[in-house]
């Protein structure tokens, strides 16, 4: 994987005694866009999912406004019979609309881009501190443990992980 560093074994909490802690912003010093497009394709690709799904939506939820719209202008130009009158009024209306509807359209895009990427980091985060515990084990490092965050996805996988890495120290430590 690009943009990781998966040598980074040097780091530890608890001193030299203490158990090794892995996490998935060791290295990382600071915030920044890079930092949280952590797997730029898959985070992108779920983000533009997510996006096009959105507008799969407002398609349909726009259309059956416009079916619904254009079934009661033709009932009141029927009642009326004031056809310039009524699709003056319904022009302007729609007009006004218009503006409004662009940006919200804007924002929810800016929103849905944040979003998707702020949580598929939840999800694609952990994925890296495992997959350096486990390059750690395959080195013959036992004892490294891995340090989730607050909200991270897969807790319950790091755990195993990490009793794993606990048994195989334990098995190992006299070899």
Not at 69 to 95: C, G, H, M, P, W
Not at 137 to 147: A, L, P, S, V
């Amino acid at each position: 994987m690009s943009g990781t560093n998966s040598s980074n074994s040097s780091n530890t909490s608890g001193g030299s005694n203490g158990p090794q802690t892995l996490s998935q912003s060791d290295g990382i010093n600071r915030r920044s866009v890079r930092n949280f497009l952590l797997q730029p394709f898959l985070q992108t690709q779920l983000g533009l999912v997510s996006v096009l799904l959105s507008f799969a939506f407002a398609g349909v939820v726009a259309w059956l406004f416009y079916v619904h719209l254009n079934r009661f202008a033709t009932v009141v130009i029927q009642l009326t019979d004031a056809e310039d009158e009524v699709l003056k009024l319904l022009y302007s209306s729609l007009s006004e609309m218009r503006t409004g509807i662009l940006v919200a359209i804007g924002l929810f895009l800016v929103a849905n881009i944040i979003f998707s990427i702020f949580f598929t980091h939840k999800m694609v985060g952990p994925t890296i501190a495992f997959r350096r515990l486990i390059r750690n084990m395959i080195d013959g490092n036992y004892g490294k443990q891995i340090k989730l965050r607050n909200g991270d996805a897969f807790v319950e996988v790091a755990d195993e992980l990490n009793e794993l890495s606990r048994t195989l120290a334990e098995k190992y430590a006299g070899k």
